[in-house]
């Protein structure tokens, strides 16, 4: 136990002067999670605001037939605007903004694994997304539907910059996403409390561990598919031309395996706010608690087989139709366990009716019945009656808003002392929620009569007299009467951030880890780290928040200026390392700034933009690196009640190594989408067999290769020359890595273009073109780590123990070897699978 200061107090602004962060301008360079977080959030209501206004213009035009409200033209913005804004925007950054806000604090941590990336994320959220935003405003928005189907969306029918402003704002969105998606699941794994097993953790943090690596898996196919059409638009490479041997259904298959994962993307972080509030306010534990993490683990799996479902009537096999159609169904069984375990809570406890109650009961009948109508449009027959029409307008928005808003809405009521200190007044609460559920009901319950009426989704306006004006027209009133909810709801959230009465501490009576400190929370979150001793450490000591304050347990001692936080063993929860984290820096939002730079000079046509760019965020990547680490071996440190921790750079499992592997996850799923668009390519687009078969050299082809093989193994030795002690021998051999790197660079981006091929002719060369330069740039990347960990080695950063920058050089250029191999395969093979 660490000895206690004759003052508390100066322990805590020890602490807060360690964690706290900068202010003024000093704010710019915020990478504590909490700040973070909070910005993640406030930031997407903003954008939820704007997609409400979009919404309210589109009710607008359609509340009376005829309408002349809005310009065909500019309909198609304001409805591709409106999706896009909604689901890239607001939905998936509001899940990543209350997960690093409360993730650290529920799984008694300081912060998050990677803070600066935390930030990077956010920035490039924030730019990416007013980047889509000021395209609007200045009359480019993308115009296709926010799923920005081919051919619609190519330079044929879509000309300008309007698809262009989509495809690249979302891709750099999706960057905040996937790094989002690694920072979540390796601070789940690695930074707990002492003794908080897998076992143990609270149950939003395993819906958040799903959820994330969901993200991981399936943002890759998205950005895939964004990046060939934008190719396509910008190179004319005919990926989705089928004159040219492309197809537009390869654009639905990788926008799906998206996009209906990202259903589930959306829904778990809110049923696991369900699975957090629901218990404290029916005043019994949560039952089920193992059933309802299998139920979403198989939630996870399943969602990845249903991607099929969205393209029932694009004239897919029979046997496939079966297959997905089951599929679709099978997933509702997951969603059912969790909500009877809900229900069984309920009927267990004693529930008290609080305004955050209200909300949840408010999801439980909007969602369910979204539900079965989701179980309706599974079967294929009805799908194809509805498909296209206002039935699944309808359908999405019960799911949606019942399934995330509601309980989003609850977490805002019941989060909120926790974020401001401040305690809910329930009058504007319950006039908002009665507004938002009967506008809610009355806008899509009567948009599914219209859908089977026959009204197609995506038309601006409709002829009088076939039965859609009274539906339309009362759709439109509860539009606007939920609108008027959602405001009544803002408004009471800054009233109360001003004029709620002092919260006390843990004032819902809760059992979890975020309510054992003072509220609104320090930059610090506990003066010591509690112990996790079961998944309801505040049931069993009610008094570990007090204990935690006078720093009673784990790392209760500031010292040396450092941000420590504690590294735990993945799956007993065991402490093994203290981990130093970086202090604020301006470095992410430089980084993001740089990326910004990439995308706009893609946008622009001006590529000299985007390679200054690039030189940018490989400068600052290297500043970056180069700011972490130690020239020499740290001793163990005393943590704290007995304990005697090596510091993370010297651990066996750091942090850093995990994220690498994580970042490699992505990077699979984004080749294996690339592997099968070649293979649906050529097994199923028309105009195949090409009429020419390109020559690969086969001398090109073996330098590749051996490239490729050559770095890993250079990595290898170097590695192992350290452990004997040799930095001479590492620096040496990470320099033939480097060299090794950029031969297979070269090699594998002249495969394709060795013999002067005409890459906009057919979507084989253009699909061989995309194969070799991904092995290329990987391979190129390879060589930069491998003369970056040259460099560490020279300057001392490197030694047996602090060899993160030599492992994940060897982790990368060993993924790089393996998808290389895998592409060469895939090329020669090719032209035999798809010979007729």
Known sequence: MNALPPDPIRRHRALEAIWGTPPGLGRLAAVNHTVVGLRFMVTAFVFFAIGGVLAMLIRAQLATPGNTFMPPGLYNQVFTMHGTVMMFLFAIPMLEGLAMYLLPKMLGARDLAFPRLSAYGYWCYLLGGGFIILAMLLGIAPDGGWFMYTPLSSSTYTPGINADVWLLGITFVEISAVSAAVEITASILKMRAPGMSLARMPIFAWYMLVTAVMMLVGFPPLILGSILLEVERAFGLPFFDPTRGGDPLLWQHLFWLFGHPEVYIIFLPAAGVISTILPVFARHRLVGYNWIVLALVAMGFLSFGLWVHHMFAVGIPHMALGFFSAASMAVAIPTAVQIFAWLATLLKGRPRFDLPMLYLLGFFFIFVNGGLTGVMVAAVPFDWQV??????????????????????????????????????????????????????????????????????????????????????????????????????????????????????????????????????????????????????????????????????????????GWMETLGVEAVSGRPEQVILLPRPSFLPLALGLATALCFLGLLLKAYWLTGLGLAGVLAVGWIWCWSLGARRDPARVAAGEGLFLPLH????????????????????????????????????????????????????????????????????????????????????????????????????????????????????????????????????????????????????????????????????????????????????????????
């Not at 977490?411 to 007044?425: C, E, F």
């Not at 080749?671 to 020559?695: C, D, K, Q, R, T």
């Not at 890993?712 to 021998?729: D, E, H, Q, Y």
């Not at 390879?782 to 060899?803: H, P, W």
């Open 649 to 836: 750079m010297v651990a066996p499992a750091q942090p850093g190594f995990l994220g690498m592997g994580l970042l490699l996850v992505a990077d699979a799923a984004f080749f294996a989408s690339l592997a099968f668009g070649a293979l649906f390519l050529a097994l199923v687009a028309p105009g195949w067999p090409p009429p020419a078969l390109l020559a690969f050299d086969p001398w090109l082809s073996a330098l590749g290769l051996a490239g490729l093989l050559a770095a890993p193994l250079a990595t290898l030795l170097a590695r192992a020359s350290l452990r004997r002690g040799g930095t001479g021998a590492c620096s040496w051999l990470m320099g033939l890595g480097a060299l090794a790197g950029l031969l297979a660079a070269f090699a594998f981006a002249a495969l394709p273009l060795w013999r002067g091929q005409d890459f906009t002719g057919h979507a084989y060369a253009a699909t061989a073109l995309v194969l070799g330069l991904y092995v290329a740039l990987h391979a190129g990347l390879g060589a930069v780590m491998a003369g970056f960990t040259l460099a560490r080695c020279r300057a001392g950063y490197v030694s047996a123990l602090r060899d993160l920058a030599p492992r994940n050089t060897g982790l990368w250029q060993g993924y790089t070897a393996l998808s290389g191999v895998a592409a060469l395969l895939l090329l020669q093979l090719w032209p035999w699978l798809a010979a007729p």
């Open 387 to 560: 498909h296209d029409s206002y039935f699944v307008v309808a359908h999405l928005h019960y799911v949606l808003i019942g399934g995330f808003v509601f309980p989003l809405m609850a977490g805002a009521y019941y989060w909120l002392p926790h974020v401001t200190g401040r305690m809910p007044i329930y009058h504007l609460g319950h006039a908002a929620f009665w507004l938002v559920f009967i506008g809610v009901n009355m806008t899509f319950l009567l948009m599914h009569l219209t859908g089977l009426l026959g009204m197609p989704r995506r038309v601006y306006t409709y002829p009088a007299g076939i039965g859609w004006d009274w539906l339309n027209l009362l759709s439109s009133v509860g539009g606007f009467l939920s609108a008027i909810g959602f405001a009544l709801f803002a408004v009471d959230m800054l009233l109360l951030r001003r004029f709620g009465r002092r919260a006390p501490r843990n004032p819902w009576g809760a059992e979890t880890l975020e309510w054992a400190m003072p509220l609104p929370p320090p930059s610090y979150n506990f003066a010591s780290l509690p112990p996790a001793e079961s998944r309801d450490p505040l049931a069993d000591r009610p008094r570990l928040g007090q204990e935690a304050a006078v720093g009673m347990h784990v790392l209760g001692t500031p010292r040396h």
